[in-house]
């Protein structure tokens, strides 16, 4: 059985890179533009940088 693959803002908030609060705040601009991706907003926020998106990528190459 192949298992879901963990969305981005998932595994921000395990990994502690962002809070609960903080993907609040990212869902809010999202309604507003909903062509923005999560990971662009939480990086436009300035909540995470592209080394924190290199290893989310990294992690779904070995899911």
Do not use: C, W
Not at 27 to 54: H, M, R, W
């Amino acid at each position: 059985m192949k298992m879901k693959k963990e969305k981005i803002g998932e595994f921000l908030v395990r990994n502690r890179f962002i809070t609960l609060g903080q993907v609040g705040e990212i869902l809010k601009v999202q309604k507003n533009s909903p062509e923005k991706k999560f990971g662009a907003v939480a990086l436009e926020l300035g909540y995470i940088t592209n080394d924190v998106i290199n290893k989310y990528l990294q992690y779904m190459d070995h899911q």
